[in-house]
């Protein structure tokens, strides 16, 4: 009688891979035109945008990735306050929420830094061209097996 097997072969265990870290959390509501946007930006350039009714996923580049880190380092953000409001409140102004390396900064139209108005210009930018159909991103596809 013969017998078979893997006795005394041992495999190695698989080390899961990490989720994809946050990026950006931006998030823009209100103004004239009732704005209620979301942007999550995943460091592996896979994105997530919810606008009213609609969620999609989009795809950016490392080119997107570096010009977003760079205007966010310009801004040197991790120096500015957490609050920027306008003492006198109005329901036309457009409020933002912005977190980016575990670090929220909440303003206003009428508030905003000027140091901060390229960051918020450019994760609009991101929001205006995401528009054009794209095919649905797996923000975890990029992951090493």
């Given at each position: ?60 580049n490392q ?12 801004a ?49 930018r ?20």
């Amino acid at each position: 009688m013969i017998i078979g097997g893997c006795l005394g072969t041992k495999i190695a265990p698989v080390t899961p891979a990490n989720p994809p870290a946050i990026l950006v959390d931006y998030h823009r509501t209100g103004g004239i035109a009732g704005f209620d946007d979301r942007l999550v930006i995943f460091d592996n350039g896979a994105a997530i945008i919810s606008s009213g009714h609609m969620n999609r996923e989009i795809r950016l580049n490392q080119t997107d990735i570096n010009r977003i880190t760079s205007v966010f380092t310009a801004a040197q953000f991790s120096q500015l306050e957490g609050n920027y409001t306008a003492r006198r409140g109005s329901a036309d102004l457009i409020h933002y929420t912005i977190s980016y390396h575990s670090k929220t900064v909440n303003t206003e139209d009428s508030a905003t830094p000027p140091q901060l108005q390229p960051v918020i210009d450019e994760l609009n930018r991101v929001l205006k061209t995401s528009t054009s159909p794209e095919r649905p991103v797996n923000p975890f596809a990029n992951m090493p097996t």
